[in-house]
């Protein structure tokens, strides 16, 4: 095997590939990278035996093709301090020796035979359906504030994803829960698209955001009980799905929340980023005391003190009191477009539901504190 390529083209490959890759592994096989050069092109794979990713780059000049894997980690460590845009050669010049040259730079990698790499089945049968990037994007983005940490309950660490129709439309919905709050944002697909419901597991979420993040094309996706294939520009991955039953999140969405609160975007933000400095863990509840056209904010720390801030607000109803964890607030507070966040209540021990007038087709649930 020998080819030369772009430094700049490799390293945007091989970075894409290294967020797959376990950095502590027992299998050690799986610290590397496959790369595969044939057809004028090279193809680059990495796995963790739960996702596969692969991506096609095309290479200066292809001299021998062949395969083999060396560590992902070195390789991109190396490639990334290489100067920008410079040539990079690469020939095996045994089965477990690969020459790397770029300018006066030479290395030799070690390699582990291409033999013992784990490949999966790429082919699933469903037909491919594409979406936006940024559509995309924007639900996981929205959805992910609130996957869960607690591994006893793992069908709730990753967003369920599934199909839903309303009033003539499809759409594909995305749901995110840690019982405490919930996260709820769609996209519209063509009615005809088939999708199985499925759990996407949180480190498969964050590889996709990081490649979705580089992409403005469509992307296309398939899937089945067992696993999902997103195709994103020039690359492949595939995923394992999370094996369990999603909860019926559609009983804990408040439908008689009458009570509407606005409040200025960055002034809450700030407002509750200040009043919890006192709070070293940020776990102390955030009060809330809503007045007609005033929100005090505070918080009392039994070890370190209070905060407490005033803020102008809109409230369309009669004076009530009410604390959340401030960590969610502030989640929620990240995602929201809109220079204004709606918060619509019912009173001080229901769910909250919290709105973004810029994007109609994504709302949060909070669950209250009782302090």
Known sequence: MEFIINRDIFLKSIGHASGIVEKKTTLPILSNILIEAKNSKIKITATDLDIIYSEEIAVKSLIKE?????????????????????????????????????????????????????????????????????????????????????????????????????????FLYGIATDSHRLSSSRLEIDQNTDFEKIILPKKTIFQLISLIEQSTNNIKISNNKSKIKFEIDSGILISKVIDGRFPDYTKVIPNDNNKTLEIKLNEFKNSIERVTTVSSDRKEGLKMMIRKDILQLSVNSPNSGEGIENIKVKFNSEDMNISFNSRYLIDIASQIENDSIIIKLKDSGSPVLIQDLLDKNSFHVVMPMKI
């Open 66 to 170: 062949g395969t083999t894997t060396t560590s992902a980690s070195i390789l991109y460590d190396i490639l990334r301090k290489l100067e920008s845009n410079s040539d990079v050669k690469l020939s095996l010049q045994s089965s477990n020796k690969l020459n790397l040259i770029s300018g006066n730079s030479k290395f030799n990698l070690l390699c582990l035979s291409a033999d013992n790499f784990p490949l999966s089945d790429e082919d699933i049968k469903q037909k491919p359906f594409e979406v936006p990037s940024q559509k995309l994007l924007n639900l996981l983005n929205k959805t992910k504030i609130s996957i869960s940490n607690d591994e006893t309950r793992h069908y709730l660490n990753g967003i369920y994803l599934h199909k839903m129709n309303l009033e003539n439309k499809s």
